[in-house]
């Protein structure tokens, strides 16, 4: 008996230590050294680290301290992936993501502060997103514009016209293909664009746009075409592709406008789109366009309303709006946005300067029947054909 009771007693000793309160383990998320959990946020999209910084305070504090960090990893991993891509297939697709709109705006620049290691305090998530977001804005952009110039081109064409054949199956095919080929051709120029009018935006000591534009329209425009002198716009293939990119743009936003805005209006009415909003508004305006077209389709248009109609009334009280504010600068007449105002004026004179006047840009033709092609030209290009 003596025997069993000291084995009972052994075993209750060894439940009583084995009962004492065990420390919990770390999460595997705060046992992975920083490194390999930067290399995997940084593979990971934008939205999904956002996602995982907010399904626990301690992920939400370590994506904090190391933000700077994933930010600089993740647009690095994406140059090195565009960059393989590009030596594998020659090429990037309009959906590739933001290695090169990031060359084009780096970050701003840094505010050091006493815990913010010096060499990464210029990125953040708030940077990549966006660059995101401008991406988006070109591509959207760019797929509305080649849209519409390949559908008005196939309308308009003498020569389109007879080779268009009436199978559907045969004009999607077509029609498809000439879009895809044309915003490809279109998607960096309008990202150059970009850039300028963000570069104009903050070339004057005063942002407001009264004094940017109108108060000195000379001085305006010498600043607009020192922009036009440096990096990329140095370039002149990039210049001349970007104005041709301008021309179109220009052309195809006065056609969609039309009735309601005369084409004599509708320059005034271009160049606020841009000094206002930069792309933005003309994405919505595009977008306008085409929610018509569905309901068209569907058999719901309506004469008397229309999403157009409704941006073009909202236009007129930005343009209110915006003469209203040489009133408050105290100037007396209010002179309205010109189209030479922002960009072509500047341009004209900086390829007078160059000597680019008149000029050829090779590979500016997206074929789209045989014989038939959409061609990216200015007022200033040279007519080959005239010499034949």
Not at 112 to 126: F, I, Q, R, V
Not at 185 to 207: H, N, R, T
Not at 253 to 272: D, K, Y
Not at 358 to 382: A, F, N, Q
Request: charged fraction near 25%; aromatic fraction near 10%.
């Amino acid at each position: 008996m003596t025997h069993f009771l000291n084995r009972v007693r052994t075993v209750l000793r060894r439940g009583k230590r084995s009962s004492t309160p065990v420390e919990p383990k770390a999460s595997g998320w705060k046992r992975l050294p920083s490194h390999v959990f930067v290399t995997i946020l940084a593979s990971c999209d934008l939205k999904d680290i956002g996602s995982l910084s907010l399904s626990c305070r301690e992920l939400h504090d370590r994506v904090s301290r190391l933000e700077f960090t994933i930010a600089r990893a993740y647009i690095q991993l994406r140059k090195q992936m565009n960059h393989q891509s590009y030596c594998i297939n020659g090429g990037l697709s309009p959906g590739d993501d933001i290695a090169f709109i990031s060359e084009l705006f780096p970050p701003p620049p840094p505010e050091y502060s006493t815990d913010m290691p010096h060499e990464n305090a210029e990125y953040s998530l708030g940077y990549v997103g966006d660059l995101k977001r401008c991406w988006n804005t070109c591509i959207r952009l760019s797929y509305h514009l080649a849209d519409h110039a390949v559908e008005h081109h196939l309308e308009t064409d003498p020569l389109a016209q007879p080779l268009w054949s009436s199978s559907k199956t045969e004009k999607e095919v077509v029609y498809s293909k000439a879009v895809a080929l044309l915003q490809n051709k279109l998607l960096y120029p309008i990202a150059y664009v970009v850039f300028f009018l963000e570069s104009f935006a903050s070339s004057g000591s005063d942002s407001d746009h009264s004094s940017h534009h109108h108060k000195d329209i000379a001085a305006s425009i010498e600043r607009q075409q020192s922009i036009l002198q440096n990096a990329p716009f140095e370039d002149t293939n990039i210049f001349l592709s970007t104005h041709h990119c301008m021309q179109l743009l220009f052309s195809t936003v006065q056609r969609l406008m039309g009735p309601e805005i005369p084409h004599s209006s509708a320059e005034s009415w271009f160049s606020l789109l841009l000094t206002t909003s930069t792309m933005e508004r003309i994405v919505s305006f595009f977008v306008s366009v085409a929610k018509d077209s569905q309901r068209k389709e569907k058999g719901e248009h309506d004469s008397s309303w229309s999403h157009r109609k409704e941006f073009l009334w909202e236009m007129r009280g930005d343009l209110n709006e915006y003469m209203a504010s040489f009133s408050d600068h105290g100037e007396q007449t209010p002179l309205e946005p010109k189209l030479n105002h922002l960009w072509f004026q500047a341009a004209c004179n900086e390829m007078d300067r160059r000597g680019a006047i008149p000029h050829t840009v090779e590979d500016t033709e997206v074929h789209v029947l045989h014989g038939s092609v959409v061609k990216l030209e200015c007022e200033y290009c040279y007519d080959r054909y005239d010499e034949q």
